[in-house]
């Protein structure tokens, strides 16, 4: 079943529109581990167009896989996310953020600890926490703020600041 949705993901490649096509019925299938697949394509895409004019759609269906019913799904939407921050500059990345930024947020109080665990590397990574408060609080100022800084309190940032957060050395879920 997944090989033959991964034919399917294959078969489209090429124009932006026409992986669209495809990948959107894949992400929205019944079997959870399909749209775990459609999310990693996604994901593919963005990490080598994130700046593209055509990639806002690819981020959507990146956020639905982030607002899963499933964790696995929900774990994997962070997963690539994280990965497309860390292969794309900021400035590329910068017009998804407010769109990919804020489920990312919600996701830190999950109850599954795999989702939280994931959401909290990229946050980390995102808002580059490591660089300190001020870095991380002009990223999500700029992501639009409002809900955002909302989810992403000082103290939530102080606190990941605090924690080391492997999230480069870590595979991809």
């Known amino acids: 079943m997944l090989e033959l949705a991964w034919q399917r993901v294959e078969a489209c490649s090429g124009a932006p529109a026409r992986l669209l096509a495809c990948l959107t019925p894949i992400a929205a299938d019944e079997r959870a581990v399909v749209r ?58 910068r017009p998804l953020l407010p769109l990919l930024l804020l489920p990312a947020a919600e996701a830190l109080t999950d109850a599954s600890a795999p989702v939280k665990a994931a959401a909290e590397r990229v946050v980390y990574r995102v808002c580059n926490v490591e660089a300190g408060l001020e870095q991380a609080q002009a990223i999500i100022a700029a992501a639009g703020g409002g809900p955002i800084r909302a989810k992403l309190t000082d103290g939530v940032l102080r606190r990941l600041q605090r924690e080391v957060l492997d999230s480069d050395d870590e595979a991809a879920a």
């Not at 700046?51 to 939407?77: I, N, W």
């Open 36 to 93: 775990e697949l459609a999310c990693r394509a996604c994901g593919a895409w963005l990490v080598r167009h994130a700046g593209a004019d055509t990639s806002r759609p690819f981020a959507e269906l990146l956020v639905k896989a982030m607002t899963d019913e499933v964790s696995d799904v929900r774990r994997s939407g962070l997963a690539v996310f994280r990965l497309v921050a860390k292969a794309s500059p900021a400035e590329q990345l």
